[in-house]
C-alpha cells in the first residue's frame, strides 16, 4: 500500500511539473501577444468569455466547471498582470460584496481601489485612476440599484461587462457563542434578505438590537471590536476581520443573487453570447411603449429586462432601462436599434458585453 501510495504521489508531481511548464508558457505568449497589440488594450472579456465557454465544453471532469472557471479566472490575471497591471475600483471598504464580484471577474493578480460610494467608483474610472469599475445593478430580491442606474445616464463610460454573485449571508462575531450576542450590525438590505432566519433563531433580539451600517464590512468590523457584537456579512468579510462564523447562508432565499456591472472607456467586441443594455424614453401617452418595443419583437431580439426610472427632466416623465439579447454589432440588433432610435425620444447605449 505504501508503496502504490508513492507511486500515485510521484505522478502527481510530475503532472504538477508539467502543469508548472504549460502555466509558464502560457503566460509567455500572453506577453509576446501584448507586445503586439497596437491598441494597448489588456482587458479583453470578449476574448476571455470564449476561452471559458470552449473550457466548460471540454471539460470532462470530474472537476465541475464552476471550479474550472475560477481556476482559468485566475490563470488569465497573472497573465494580464504580466502584460500590464489593472487596477479595479469597487464598493467598498475590504470585504464587501463589490469586491468579491470583482475578484470573481478579473482574478487576485490586480490593484483593487476601495471607493466610499458608487458615484466615486464611477469618477475614478472616468478620471482613469482606475481602468475599470464593479457596480451593483440589481438584486434578485431587492431591485434595482437606483444610484447606479442614474450615474449610468450621466456617464460617457461604457458597460463592458456583468457578473452575476450569489450573495450568501454569515453571522460573525468574536466567538459562536449566540447566547453572548446583544446586538447585530449589518447593511438594512442583508437584515432584509435574513429576516426569517433572524426571527427563528435569534428571537430575543429586537430590532432595537439590529443595528444599521454602511456596508456588511463595515459592520464586520464593528463586531470585530465589540465581543458582544455579530455582524451579517459575506464570508470575506469574515475573513479579513478576523471574525468567527456563527451561522452560514442564512438568507431567507437561496437563490438570492446581486447582478454587477463591469464600467470602463472600451467597446467590447462580440463573443458570440452577448447582451446589450441601453436607456429609452417616448413620449406619454397611450400605447407609446408598446409601439416603441415593438422593433424588437420584429427582428426577433430578445429582452431579459425593462426596468422604469424617473427621468428627472420633468413631473410624472420616466425613462426605461432595458436589455437585450445579442451584441449592437449583429444585423438584427442593428435593424432593432435603427428602428427604436426613429420612435423614441431618447435613446443611449451603455454597451454590449458577454453574458455572465
Aim: with cysteine; proline share 4%.
Amino acid at each position: 500500500m505504501t508503496e502504490e501510495l508513492q507511486h500515485l504521489r510521484d505522478k502527481i508531481d510530475t503532472i504538477d511539473n508539467e502543469l508548472l511548464k504549460l502555466v509558464n508558457e502560457r503566460a509567455k505568449l500572453a506577453q509576446a501577444i501584448g507586445q503586439k497589440k497596437k491598441s494597448g488594450i489588456i482587458y479583453r472579456p470578449d476574448r476571455e468569455a470564449q476561452i471559458l465557454e470552449r473550457l466548460k465544453e471540454h471539460n470532462l471532469g470530474p472537476v465541475a466547471n464552476e471550479r474550472i472557471i475560477q481556476l482559468f479566472t485566475e490563470i488569465m490575471s497573472l497573465c494580464r498582470a504580466m502584460e500590464e497591471p489593472i487596477t479595479v475600483a469597487y464598493l467598498g471598504p475590504r470585504g464587501t460584496f463589490s469586491e468579491e464580484a470583482a475578484l470573481k471577474r478579473f482574478g487576485n493578480a490586480i490593484t483593487t481601489a476601495a471607493c466610499d460610494s458608487i458615484d466615486e467608483v464611477f469618477r475614478k474610472v472616468e478620471s482613469g485612476a482606475a481602468g475599470y469599475g464593479v457596480v451593483p445593478i440589481e438584486n434578485s430580491t431587492e431591485g434595482a440599484i437606483g444610484r447606479t442606474m442614474d450615474l449610468l445616464l450621466q456617464t460617457p463610460l461604457i458597460v463592458c461587462g456583468e457578473i452575476q454573485l450569489p450573495i450568501h449571508q454569515y453571522l460573525m462575531a468574536q466567538h459562536t457563542e449566540l447566547s453572548q450576542i446583544n446586538k447585530i450590525y449589518s447593511h438594512p438590505q442583508s437584515f432584509s434578505q435574513c429576516h426569517e432566519w433572524l426571527h427563528r433563531n435569534l428571537p430575543h433580539l429586537l430590532d432595537t438590537a439590529r443595528i444599521n451600517a454602511p456596508s456588511n464590512a463595515d459592520a464586520a468590523r464593528l463586531a470585530a471590536a465589540d465581543k458582544n457584537a455579530a455582524a451579517i456579512a459575506s464570508k470575506r468579510a469574515a475573513d479579513v476581520f478576523g471574525l468567527a462564523i456563527c451561522a452560514e447562508n442564512i438568507e431567507d432565499d437561496p437563490k438570492n443573487t446581486t447582478r454587477f456591472l463591469v464600467i470602463g472607456t472600451q467597446n467590447i467586441a462580440a463573443s458570440g453570447k452577448d447582451k446589450t443594455s441601453l436607456v429609452i424614453s417616448t413620449n406619454n401617452r397611450p400605447g407609446a411603449i408598446h409601439e416603441l418595443l415593438a422593433p424588437l419583437a420584429q427582428y426577433g431580439v430578445g429582452m431579459s429586462r425593462l426596468e422604469s426610472r424617473p427621468s428627472r427632466t420633468g413631473l410624472w416623465e420616466y425613462v426605461f432601462f432595458i436589455d437585450i439579447e445579442g451584441h449592437q454589432e449583429n444585423q438584427n440588433v442593428v435593424t432593432a436599434l435603427q428602428e427604436l432610435r426613429k420612435k423614441a425620444t431618447f435613446l443611449k447605449i451603455f454597451g454590449s458585453y458577454p453574458v455572465a
